[in-house]
């Protein structure tokens, strides 16, 4: 036996789900949000589950390298583009496609200079990254025109494309979505070019901005990209992560015990309280609440008292016939992600990413 935490990873939802998107943007190509370890659930297995996609985004040089190491050879797009002039050999030599969102990169992309048109792999998809309203990443609307001609005029540049991000695509009626948009699309009429402007939120709730290319990450998932208080029509989605682990112990306390650090949380009256195998140190959240739902057998109990490295504790009152070893799931399948992530004031993307790398994830399913 070992401790039973665990991640099992669901491939068949990661491609029902891929589905869904391709249902909701038919004349899109859908490039999979991939980055962050594929939001925690194991980057290769993932990226193997999504082979029909059309192409993969991560964040940074070393995770395209790691999926081009496994041998995908779709194309992959890095969506901090280059953080170093130095990371440009491996650049050309994976054949990553690159964001441009900062004047030094141009400047970087220029250095390779002609020296660099006589290599065979010298030819790079770029996308000028444009700030139409989340500023974050990316060049000014004024600016972008300048930045794109000077990369059109680069020999080792062989494509260029429009990109921007949502801020509030998560609340589809904030007024932010519709002024980001109309930005980008008028940008965008002065240089033709294939665009990229959705996320999941705006690619199930915004089909004027799906563009060539939309970008899911967390839909993909199968997590909701709405705001907690949205309550938009989503096509269904399926959970691909659940974590899971057992109870190891169970105890009666009495009236007026304390159950765990601080001894936050006392017993209003005798009672079951169940220990489960899962806490901080495996990405549980420290702050979840007493009240949080865990599914024990299938049905709910809160969680009672702070969450430690290792375990947490629940109200077993409502299933006083649990028993050490009986199966327990803290998100995922019968628990969506969202609930739980509601509960203690975060986000799915968090808790999702946060799964720590000592939980052993499962892959299963067919992935078809
Ligand atoms: C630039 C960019 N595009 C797309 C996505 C995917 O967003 P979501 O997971 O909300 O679909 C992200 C996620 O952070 C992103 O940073």
């Known amino acids: 036996m070992t401790r039973p935490v665990r991640a099992r990873i669901d491939l068949s939802a990661l491609t029902f789900n891929l589905s869904q ?27 193997e589950a999504l082979r029909e996609a059309d192409a993969f985004a991560v964040a940074s040089l070393e995770e395209g390298v790691r999926l081009r190491e496994a041998g995908i050879d779709k194309p992959v797009l890095l969506l901090e583009g280059l953080f170093g002039a130095d990371e440009l050999d491996a650049v050309l ?11 030094r990169q141009v400047d970087w992309l220029q250095s390779l200079g002609p020296a660099a048109t006589g290599r065979e792999d010298a030819r790079l998809t770029l996308w000028v990254k444009v700030n139409t309203g989340m500023n974050r990443l990316g060049f000014p609307p004024g600016e972008a025109l300048r930045v794109w001609d ?127 195998a899962a806490g901080y140190g495996d990405g549980y959240p420290r702050h979840a609440p007493s009240g949080t ?37 803290l998100w995922g399948e019968g628990l969506p992600v969202e609930r739980v992530a509601r509960a203690a004031g975060t986000i799915s993307y968090a808790l999702l990413c946060g799964v720590t790398p000592r939980v052993p994830r499962q892959p299963r399913g067919d992935a078809g």
């Open 21 to 47: 998107a391709r249902r909701a943007a038919p004349h899109s190509r859908v490039l999979a949000v991939i980055k962050a370890n594929g939001y925690g659930h194991g980057m290769l297995a993932v990226a």
């Open 93 to 103: 030599r994976h054949g990553f496609e690159l964001v441009v969102h900062e004047e």
């Open 150 to 276: 000077r990369l059109a005029a680069m020999p080792v540049v062989a494509g260029l494309r429009w990109m921007s991000h949502f801020a509030c695509a998560d609340e589809p009626a904030h007024p932010a979505n519709a002024s980001q948009h109309a930005a980008f699309s008028k940008l965008c009429a002065q240089r033709n070019a294939p665009r990229s402007l959705a996320n999941s939120a705006a690619l199930l709730t915004r089909p004027d901005s799906h563009y060539e290319w939309v970008r899911p990450g967390i839909m993909l998932y199968g997590a909701s990209p709405l705001a907690d208080d949205e309550r938009a029509p989503l096509p269904p989605l399926r959970p691909v992560m659940s974590l899971e682990s057992a109870l190891i112990a169970v105890h009666r306390c009495d009236k007026g015990d304390a159950v765990g650090y601080g001894q936050a949380w006392v017993c209003p009256e005798a009672m079951p309280v169940g220990v489960v």
């Open 293 to 329: 739902p865990v599914l024990v057998n299938g049905r709910e109990v809160p969680l009672i008292g702070r969450v430690s490295m290792d375990m947490l504790c629940v109200d077993l009152r409502e299933q006083p016939r649990a028993r050490a070893g009986d199966p327990v799931v």
